[in-house]
């Protein structure tokens, strides 16, 4: 029971024993009658003023404690006329006041930090404590290659996406830097926050790819022009002074080998110079002259001329397009020779066997809406831990291989603005995968 009924019974009571008090009274005397009379006038009184002084300022302050506990931090107590009590009022506002400021400083707060977070170049990913994604923000979207609502609630070793599943192996509390099939490399950190005294984890992913590639490119377009220079410069003399002696040895008897040993030397020297021109062409790769072109008529022209490499091995080259296809601004020129060189890849990864000739290799061109072109075959796949490695500066899987090519079409796609991929999927099958902007 509140204060109040306490008081409204306190009030009966002294009425009930007044009203006694002057029942007798004026049974005894008249003057006891009206000293009965006067004392129930004197309580009433006392009682109003009690009231006023004690039981209104504990309601009032009641009432405070219910916008408390409603967390209605706006309103305020008004003064009761009662000195003790107008000093809990008046701390109670100044608490109030205080409590409304700093909710409104927090409000503002988190209204920065969620828009420092979505306009963040830096992944951000929260899961909860059971570790499913709760919160993604859009460069972590962008990152993954996914939509919010196909990943929330879901664990991360559950999407599809080469990022996610090496976020999925990074041990709480450290920082590693991964490098996908598409060439990103992201610097990645698993850590936590306080939350209701809970630790709280993340993720806090850091595209590196920018900076990578540009100290990349700068140190193999030094090391490819001394290379040039040097080897030029070599085989210029070499191949001048073989000339020279084969000609002076060509009008003596009996040179006949010794002038063929030379010239094949000669032949040699220009294979060098041939050989290392190529490094260089990467280096000085133009820069795209776009135009609107039809990807379906561009992965035709490209068919038609890989189909005789195709043939000698064996391979079924076959296209898939999709009509309802839009142009898309491309340097055909460019374009095609990386389709050429993706298409050549496709088919040196398709094993054969010199005895018995394989008959079901299989490459596929794939067009698909809006503007993306898939190149998929049945080769021997590419296996995780070379993934990471494929469009870095000279590495190749083949023997002899010179490792420029993937370079070459790295640097024509991103020149073009297009994100791509090249990976080995659970079915067996590799897809390189590009996605015009």
Known sequence: MRIKGFFYILVFLLLALGSVLLLLSSQLNVVFFYIGEGLILFILIYLTFFYRKLVKPLNTIGSGMDLLREQDFSSRLSPVG?????????????MMEQLKNERLRLREQNHFLDLLINASPMGVIITTLDDDLSQLNPMALKM?????????????KEIDSPLAMELANVPKGETTTVRLNDSNIYRCTHSSFIDHGFQHPFFLVESLTDEVMKAEKKAYEKVIR??????????????????????????????????????VCT??????SRFITRFADVVKIPEPTVSPVNLNDLAFTCKRFMEGMCNDRHIKLRMEPDESLKDV?????????????????????????????????????????????????NGKGISKETEAKLFSPFFSTKPNGQGIGLI????????????????????GLTKFQIVFP
């Not at 993954?144 to 991360?156: H, N, S, T």
């Not at 095609?336 to 010199?354: C, M, Y």
């Not at 070459?408 to 659970?426: D, K, P």
């Open 226 to 263: 001394m290379i040039v220079h040097e080897v030029n410069n070599t085989t210029a003399g070499i191949t001048s002074t073989l000339d020279t002696v084969e000609q002076a040895l060509s009008t003596e008897e009996g040179m006949d080998d010794i002038c063929d040993v030379m010239r």
């Open 144 to 156: 993954l290659g996914v939509r919010l609502e196909d990943v929330q609630g879901k664990k991360m």
């Open 82 to 94: 009662q000195y003790e009590a107008d000093r809990v009022v008046n701390v109670f506002n100044r």
């Open 329 to 377: 601004m491309v340097d055909a020129a460019l374009f095609e020779q990386v389709l050429v060189n993706i298409i050549k890849n496709a088919v040196e990864s398709i094993e054969t066997d010199v005895e018995s000739i394989r008959t079901d290799g299989e490459i596929i061109i794939r067009t698909l809406s809006p503007a993306t072109i898939e190149i998929t075959d």
């Open 408 to 427: 070459f079409i790295r640097e024509v796609l991103m020149r073009h603005g297009c994100t791509f991929s090249l990976r080995t999927y659970a079915d």
């Open 267 to 272: 032949e040699r020297s220009f294979s060098m």
